[in-house]
Each structure stands twice: as C-alpha cells, then as structure tokens.
C-alpha cells in the first residue's frame, strides 16, 4: 500500500479531460461599426448567431431577463421567425442585427482532422468553435474554445495553454509553434490561424489607447484529473504546484519551488477552486 502511494506520488499527472477557451479583446470604431457588421454578414465565413429558448435553455435560465434582453436579444424573436429570418437576404439581416446591443457570429470551422504522418511529435489540438461577439460600443471579443488531443498528459496542457495565448503576440516567434499542429481543416497550421485573426480584428491602435492588451489571450482552462492521481487518500500539497502552473498558465518547466501567495485555494465538497486573485485568468479544477 505505502509503496503504491509513493508509485502514484512520483508518477507523472494524468487527465481525463480538459478543454481551454482563449479570449482576444479588440475594438471596433462606433463609426464603423455598422460597416464592420456589414463586412461580416456579406462574408460566407461567418454565420449570425440566433438564440432559441429549446436550443440554449442552459443560457436562458442562467440569465436574468434583462441580461438576455441585452445579451441575446433573440431571445426575443418566436423560434418559427427564426427561421424565417434564417432564410432573409442579407439587406434585412443587416438591418435587423445593427440595432441589436450585442451581435454574435460563429466563424464556420471544418473539424475534419488533418492527417498525421510517420511519427510526428508535438502536442495536436482542435478548435471547437471560433466566436466572434461585438457590442455596438465597439468592444469586441474573439472567442475559441480548443481541445489537446491524442495526449493524456497533464504537462502537455500546461505548455500548449502556455504557449497557444501567445500566438497574436507582435514577438511571436512562430518557429516556436512547430510543436503544436491544428487538426482543423479550416487552417493548415499556426500561422494561417494567426492570419485569420488579423482579418477578424483589424489593426490594434484602438486598444492600445484604452490600454487592452492585444498581445495575449484571455485563459480559462477546465481539466478532470484522472482519479488514481488525486483521490480523497491524496495530500493536495502533493499536487500544489502543478496547480500554480495552471492557475497561472506557466509551461511545465516552470521552476515553482514556491506557491505565491495570490493563489487562493477554496475546498468546496468534492472539487476545489483554485484562482489567481491579482493576475487575468481563472481555472476551475475538479
């Protein structure tokens, strides 16, 4: 028994599941934001998003009335209009979508996987979904949700957390990104991704003025650990500074022989919260 523990103790950590969202702020002109709405519906890359009570009851109930009125203002609209509405020229789509306070639009992903040849090393990832939601203030927010895949490592998730948030960076160098390969069709590598997300978000001097940071994504990552790794018998001391990195999304290699005081950890029945009180990103660990 005293031998197990100590086996599972040294043992690398394992996950049964994780995914990250990365976030990229910008800013749209008020005097242009129609335009920009107009760019985006005419282009057959983007889709409006149209809420419906029976398809997004987990948004519907989550959000107060007024939220939603804001948020989601197709709410609104009687699921039958939707798909009228669906069926609409892109004219009275225009028209209807400028005057709503918040716009959604989904970028239209092709999720076949790319082939993998011989035995090419790296970490490979998937992206879910790419979102793009803009307020008629001009604040706007690329949204993607990723997945790692074909790996079950935990370190592997903290380098391409700590690496994937740094691909808009103007320092970027995208030689260091050989080593995490996207398995969507939609985009051949790092670099048409990053290309891609120039053409969404145009230049940056806008942001830099009100002092967004453009050279790095929001992060909020989820991961399940597998249950032999860290289970009720286990110290969460044992587990402590792997749970810094990820709070923090630093690599794996990050020497944390010591766990910041920001780092505030909060046990709540079976899972535990851990979140990064001063920094930008939040992770919810169970």
Do not use: H
Not at 67 to 87: D, L, P
Not at 117 to 145: A, D, P, R
Not at 262 to 270: E, M, Y
Request: aromatic content about 16%; charged content about 30%; proline content about 1%.
């Amino acid at each position: 028994m005293i031998k197990d523990m100590e086996r599972i103790k040294n043992m690398e950590l394992r996950m049964k599941y994780s995914y990250s969202y990365f976030i990229y702020p910008y800013v749209i002109k008020e005097s242009s934001y129609k335009k920009y709405i107009q760019k985006l519906m005419k282009s057959d890359k983007y889709e409006p998003k149209f809420f419906g009570k029976k398809k997004n009851l987990s948004i519907y109930n989550f959000f107060l009335p007024n939220i939603r009125e804001y948020m989601f203002k197709s709410f609104g609209i009687a699921e039958k209009e939707v798909k009228t509405k669906n069926t609409l020229d892109d004219k009275l789509r225009e028209n209807m979508f400028k005057d709503f306070p918040c716009t959604v639009f989904e970028y239209k992903i092709i999720n076949n996987a790319q082939a993998k040849t011989g035995n090419e090393e790296g970490i490979f990832f998937k992206i879910e979904k790419m979102e793009i939601i803009c307020f008629k203030s001009g604040i706007c927010f690329l949204v993607m949700k990723t997945n790692i895949e074909d790996t079950n490592r935990f370190a592997d998730l903290l380098n391409f957390n700590a690496k994937f948030r740094d691909i808009n960076s103007e320092n970027a160098n995208l030689a260091n990104y050989r080593n995490i390969k996207i398995q969507t069709s939609t985009f051949s590598d790092v670099k048409s991704l990053t290309d891609v997300i120039k053409e969404i978000t145009g230049g940056m001097e806008r942001a830099e003025k009100i002092d967004i940071d453009i050279n790095r994504f929001l992060t909020y990552s989820y991961v399940c650990l597998d249950q032999e790794y860290w289970n009720e018998s286990r110290n969460f001391n044992e587990i402590e500074k792997e749970f810094f990195k990820f709070a923090n999304v630093l690599n794996s290699e990050f020497n944390s022989s010591y766990v910041n005081d920001r780092l505030k950890v909060v046990n709540l029945g079976n899972y535990t919260k851990v979140r990064n009180q001063q920094g930008r990103n939040k992770s919810t660990y169970i």
